[in-house]
């Protein structure tokens, strides 16, 4: 499994930027995606994540109504729409893949249920 994500920069608060996550060398149907950030000096948080078939989306609060997580019709490639940033938004994005088909609740925003990750993109939210 390769995860590489793209689209990160400098922003301003307000602004929006797309983050994009483009995946290979696995069957898209069999696993569920996630994106999680990493700010300094602070844990790894979960933003977002979604089920294989795409019926199940969840959010953080932090970013719910924020930003929307999605993916092409081949899902090959996952999206996060980022509006409205903030500050604390700044991080390092990563996206991350689960072997299950599935998200649930209990579990959806946990690390170690996510067994592929990528190398992560910088997102800065700055005036």
């Known amino acids: 499994v390769q995860l590489v994500e793209s689209g990160g920069g400098l922003a301003q608060p307000g602004a929006s930027l797309t983050l994009s996550c483009a995946a290979s060398?696995?069957?898209?149907?069999?696993?569920?995606m996630g994106w999680f950030r990493r700010a300094p000096g602070k844990e790894r948080e979960a933003v977002s994540a979604?089920?294989?078939?795409?019926?199940?989306?969840y959010y953080a609060d932090s970013v719910k109504g924020r930003f929307t997580m999605s993916a092409d019709d081949a899902g090959t490639v996952h999206y996060l729409h980022m509006s409205d940033l903030k500050p604390e938004d700044t991080a390092l994005y990563f996206c991350?893949?689960?072997?299950?088909?599935?998200?649930?609740?209990?579990?959806?925003?946990?690390?170690?249920?996510?067994?592929?990750w990528g190398q992560g993109t910088q997102v800065t939210v700055t005036s």
């Open positions: 979604i089920s294989a078939k795409r019926e199940d989306i």
């Open positions: 060398g696995f069957t898209w149907r069999y696993y569920a």
């Open positions: 991350a893949a689960a072997r299950r088909t599935w998200i649930g609740s209990s579990w959806w925003s946990d690390p170690r249920e996510y067994g592929d």
